[in-house]
């Protein structure tokens, strides 16, 4: 990846730059994880789609959710990260349209893994009040919510962007990142304040529900022992996901330590924090969870069989409905 560091007055001052080899390789790398990932995804969006038992149940709503807003985050921040090396800078304007999305997707995902474990936790701690609390309509209220609170986050520096900033700015081309468009002291205060808030919430939310869920599985119940092995893997996923909230930090502290080796640092964070938790979301509800699981397989691989009689369709869906 190329990267510049910026002196005090916010212009460029140092940059470094891959070799052409070492440019193709990194950007085949990212292109292809995303072509993967996002075709496992788009599967997944599929088999929700097409069968209405997933379209009624607040779990797997909240789950299609993380998976589209993966889908869009893992587009954007592969394009971004192809035309650094393509372009290396772009018009401040389009730049600034394509952060604010990739912003917004990254911070839903935390925050829709919170709202999972959330209900997570109501289906196996509080059964009996599951369905009154756990409602479509619910659902819906709490995904709005979510985007509420990301448009909170970063609103704020695009008012602080268009206060501080000359009419000129935005009609100059810049290295897509966001430190380089959202430059103010402001901003970058802000950034850290609210990341930070974000990063004790939700952490909070999730190790509490853990150790409910953990004292709950001392009864030996197999389906709490599978809520719980969920909620670790919901863990790993948001411990890989906070490390969004720690990388400006992290990613200054390096350029301190290591300037020369800040193009392969860079990239490895880039793998562990953007690429690899949207690998995650298709195995934890994609792949273990048994219903979803038993239709996937018909279109993961291509092999859709269509039937012609209606009867035989509807006798499949009610046998599908049947299981747990």
Not at 50 to 57: D, E, L, S
Not at 109 to 128: D, F, K, N, R
Not at 309 to 314: E, L
Request: proline residues 3%; contains cysteine.
């Amino acid at each position: 990846m190329n990267f510049s560091s910026v002196d005090g007055n916010g212009s460029l001052a140092v940059t470094y730059r891959d070799t052409l080899t070492t440019a193709v390789t990194k950007n085949v790398i990212v292109v292809a994880l995303c072509i993967c990932i996002n075709y496992i995804n788009g599967t997944l969006v599929h088999t929700f789609n097409k069968h209405q038992i997933f379209n009624v149940h607040p779990r797997y709503i909240l789950f299609i959710h993380l998976v589209i807003n993966d889908m869009m985050q893992l587009a954007l921040s592969s394009f971004l990260h192809v035309i650094s090396y393509a372009l290396y800078t772009i018009n401040v304007s389009f730049c600034c349209l394509l952060l604010i999305v990739a912003i917004f997707a990254t911070l839903n995902t935390p925050l829709s893994l919170a709202g999972m474990a959330v209900e997570c936790y109501i289906a196996i701690c509080i059964p009996l009040r599951y369905g009154q609390i756990c409602t479509v309509k619910r659902t819906y209220v709490v995904i709005g919510l979510i985007w509420v609170l990301s448009t909170v986050s970063i609103l704020p520096d695009l008012f602080i962007l268009l206060a501080t900033e000359p009419l000129e700015f935005f009609y100059s081309r810049v290295f897509c990142v966001r430190d380089y468009v959202f430059r103010s002291t402001y901003s970058l205060e802000k950034r850290d304040a609210s990341h930070i808030v974000f990063l004790v919430l939700v952490w909070l939310t999730l190790l509490n529900i853990y150790f409910r869920i953990l004292f709950a599985a001392k009864a030996a119940n197999t389906d709490v022992k599978k809520a719980r092995n969920t909620i670790l893997l919901h863990g790993f996923q948001l411990l890989l996901c906070m490390l969004t909230y720690v990388q400006p930090m992290l990613e200054n502290s390096l350029l301190y330590l290591f300037p020369k080796h800040i193009l392969t640092m860079r990239f490895t964070g880039y793998i562990f924090i953007q690429i690899l938790p949207r690998f995650v979301s298709p195995i934890v509800y994609g792949l273990r969870d048994q219903t979803f699981r038993r239709y996937l397989k018909r279109y993961l691989c291509c092999k859709v069989r269509t039937s012609t009689h209606p009867q035989i369709v509807k006798h499949r869906s009610n046998r599908a409905v049947k299981i747990p």
